[in-house]
């Protein structure tokens, strides 16, 4: 499975790509990060995030995309500009058809360190170490797209894989509903 993270911002978009299935070495497939100057307009910033994604899932071709949930912060400015970039990524991976997952930090520290509460050094080091890179992704912002692609791929693989089989179950199920024949599962 090919997964392509996000670390949504206005100045910094971070993005990463790995390749690889739970319980497998990992392997990374591309990382950088999309820049739009803190001086330009808020919808050529936005223009230009969309750019760079667009050329992105172009190139990388992931199978699924993970996006960090935004949640509130103390600046209201800054979770509006990290939700508005998030908002890019979901719709440039949407409008592919591609699978979007949001993954919560807390979520994402937990699975690549074991804590929660890890810091972003932490978050760099364990990326480095997991997808055997000779050193650490920088900027932060780039090495955080890779810990929410490798969370995905170990954790929103599975759930996705599930919640597709409980939908083919219960469409099968309505479809026995509405032809009157019995539906084995």
């Known amino acids: 499975m ?11 978009c971070g993005l990463g790509a790995v390749e690889g299935r739970p319980g497998a070495p ?7 990060v999309v820049r739009t100057g ?3 307009e808020l919808g050529a910033r936005l223009v230009g995030i969309e750019a760079g994604i667009e050329q992105w899932l172009d190139d990388v071709r992931p199978d699924a995309v993970a996006v960090e949930r935004v949640f509130s912060q103390h600046n209201v400015r800054t979770v509006m500009g990290t939700a508005q970039a998030a908002g890019i990524a979901v719709l440039c991976a949407a409008r592919r058809g591609l699978p979007v997952a949001l993954h919560t930090p807390s979520e994402v520290k937990a699975a690549i360190t074991g804590s929660g509460t890890a810091d972003k050094k932490q978050i760099g080091a364990m990326v480095t170490r997991l997808l055997r890179l000779s050193e650490m992704p920088k900027p932060a912002d780039a090495a955080d797209a890779l810990a929410l692609a490798i969370c ?8 996705h894989k599930l919640a ?5 179950a219960q469409s099968r199920t309505a479809q026995g509903r509405t032809t009157g024949k019995g539906v084995a599962l």
């Open 2 to 12: 090919r997964v392509m993270g996000v670390d949504p911002g206005l100045t910094r």
């Open 26 to 32: 990992l392997s990374l497939v591309a990382v950088g």
């Open 38 to 40: 803190a001086d330009e």
């Open 152 to 159: 995905h791929v170990w954790r929103g693989g599975a759930q």
């Open 164 to 168: 597709q089989a409980v939908a083919r």
